[in-house]
Structure formats: C-alpha cells, structure tokens
C-alpha cells in the first residue's frame, strides 16, 4: 500500500509563496505520475501541477509561471514551490500519485490518479 503525506501548507500574505512536500512510503511510485491538486469550499477539485519520472511537466492554466513542480526520485518526494500567491489559491491542497502510466494529455483528470494524501490547507490573505 502507498501512502503520502503532503506538509508546508499555512497561512501568507498575497504575493508571498510558500513550498509544499508530499513524502511517500511503501510502493516505489518514481516511474510514475505525480501531481498535485486543489479544493476550495463548494469548488471541484483542481489540477494544479503534475511531473512524471524523466520530469516532464504540466501545469494548470490559474498557476502557470507562478508555482513549479518537482520530484525527488530517490527519495519518493514532490514538492510545490508556489511564488506570488493570490487569495484566489487558497485551497486544501492534495498530493496524488498514479498507480500506473498515465498519458500527458490525461495528467489534469484527477480521477484517474490512485494514491492521494490528506491534504494541506493553503491561506492566502488579501
């Protein structure tokens, strides 16, 4: 079984950043997508950011240029660098991994990835 454990969330200023981690254990999910998601009250959850194993990336358009993904394959980490935040990304965030190969043009649908974490709350005052 994998779990992940997302921390780094919390509370900043507009135009402030903060980095997030999602630690892994168990299954070695290094050749496989991982990404990251978000969810405000009363909203869908949405894509934010994904990278796979050679470190190919995809981003949500509302983040693109401000946040960037990365992964530590030997370790089983991701993190999410987030820069110049705005109320709009206050959100729990979530890690999430797939189980298996998942096409680039498929790394925003969030219901095909198998592994999530418990999520961060992210707070961004105006």
């Known amino acids: 079984q994998v779990q992940l454990v997302e921390s780094g969330g919390g509370l900043v200023q507009a135009g402030g950043s903060l980095r997030l981690s999602c630690a892994s254990s168990g299954r070695t999910l290094s050749t496989y997508a991982m990404g990251w998601f978000r969810q405000a009250p009363g909203k869908e959850r949405e894509f934010v950011a994904t990278t796979n194993w050679s470190g190919v990336t995809s981003y949500g358009d509302s983040v693109k240029g401000r946040f960037t993904i990365s992964r530590d394959n030997a370790k089983d980490t991701l993190s999410l660098q987030m820069n110049t935040l705005k109320p709009e990304d206050t959100a729990v965030y979530y890690c999430?991994?797939?189980?298996?190969?998942?096409?680039?043009?498929?790394?925003?649908?969030?219901?095909?990835?198998?592994?999530w974490g418990q999520g961060t709350q992210v707070t961004v005052s105006s």
């Open positions: 999430a991994a797939a189980a298996g190969p998942l096409p680039y043009s498929d790394y925003g649908r969030y219901r095909l990835y198998d592994y």
